[in-house]
């Protein structure tokens, strides 16, 4: 999605270790418009799915989320909320998911009638590269008994394995940018 | 506004100890048309303030203020982030905010180069009860040297005092719902 590159071109800022901070515009600071004109794009991407819930994790993907919602039809967005430990409440799916960036564990977990088996479940995020947060959602999904029909996402770290891992399971994964390759000597960004 | 107080009639749980549970739509499960809506409806009542900056706070506020940002004139969300710890980060404006529902004190932070002393600063937030949430928001404002414009509130719960003692300040307080009281036995809610 050229708008999108265009935003990770101007504001992206590459730091050593294959840090991209993009908090100008996606995860702190929200541009929503952009956000809304992503969501246009995942509607188009999806289109025919019959996506009866958007699936999203606390705290960054919320945002994306709930604005790319609105071009659906009329469908809610549940987002996975972050626990301190172990959740022992019977009315929760509850998963463990490990952190990349935070470089811990942590569990998150959806109230049970939110997640049904009769749901059709487009998960979205702000970033895959492992991905070990959508990992942790298709978990949820799969507890529930719900159908996974997809997984948008803004930017996906191409030179990592979770966009390739999951295509190669024949889940659809739609991102919007995907970085070859960057460069923090000189802000350089290749998109595939 | 009269499509949220139907909602909450509808799908609010009303618990003992003064909690009224509205995770089906508002703050767990969320209803993104509604959440439009009650943009638009913040739009007309903060109009002419020239708002720069929507400012909410991590989790339940996110996806709220990023839908409401929509009928703004292209504005972002900043949202302050939830921290671990003390955080000794100097890029960040950072204070401490009692959670009334959780009965803990955390960190929130927002980082410096995204809440300006030229901004005119609308707080969103899902609620507000004793007004501990937007007390610390308007610390960080002041902290920054911005504006306080107002603070839109999806529902106040009228008979705690956060609400009355912003207004008795002079600070426009745009409540869509407020409760003036409820009744866990019968599920009955009165709307000042």
């Given at each position: 999605m050229e708008l999108l590159q265009q935003?990770?071109?101007?504001?992206?800022?590459?730091?050593?270790?294959?840090?991209?901070?993009?908090?100008?515009?996606?995860?702190?600071?929200?541009?929503?418009?952009?956000?809304?004109?992503?969501?246009?794009?995942?509607?188009?991407?999806?289109?025919?799915?019959?996506?009866?819930?958007?699936?999203?994790?606390?705290?960054?993907?919320?945002?994306?989320?709930?604005?790319?919602?609105?071009?659906?039809?009329n469908i809610p967005v549940v987002f996975a909320k972050k626990s301190q430990g172990a959740n022992m409440d019977s009315n929760v799916y509850s998963v463990k998911v490990d952190s990349f960036t935070k470089k811990k564990t942590f569990d998150v977990a959806v109230a049970k009638k939110y997640l049904l088996p009769e749901d059709k479940v487009l998960i979205i995020d702000d970033f895959l590269a492992n991905g070990c947060a959508v990992?942790?959602?298709?978990?949820?999904?799969?507890?529930?008994?719900?159908?996974?029909?997809?997984?948008?996402?803004?930017?996906?770290?191409?030179?990592?394995?979770?966009?390739?891992?999951?295509?190669?399971?024949?889940?659809?994964?739609?991102?919007?940018?995907?970085?070859?390759s960057m460069n923090a000597a000189t802000n350089e960004i290749v998109f595939r």
């Open positions: 935003k990770i071109r101007e504001q992206g800022i590459i730091k050593e270790g294959n840090i991209l901070k993009v908090d100008m515009f996606l995860n702190h600071q929200m541009d929503v418009q952009l956000f809304y004109e992503m969501g246009k794009e995942w509607a188009r991407l999806f289109k025919d799915k019959e996506i009866t819930k958007i699936l999203t994790i606390e705290a960054s993907g919320i945002g994306i989320a709930c604005c790319a919602a609105l071009s659906f039809d990992r942790g959602m298709m978990k949820l999904i799969k507890l529930a008994g719900a159908e996974l029909v997809g997984v948008g996402i803004a930017i996906e770290k191409g030179f990592q394995e979770g966009g390739r891992e999951l295509r190669e399971e024949g889940i659809q994964v739609e991102s919007l940018a995907i970085v070859e």
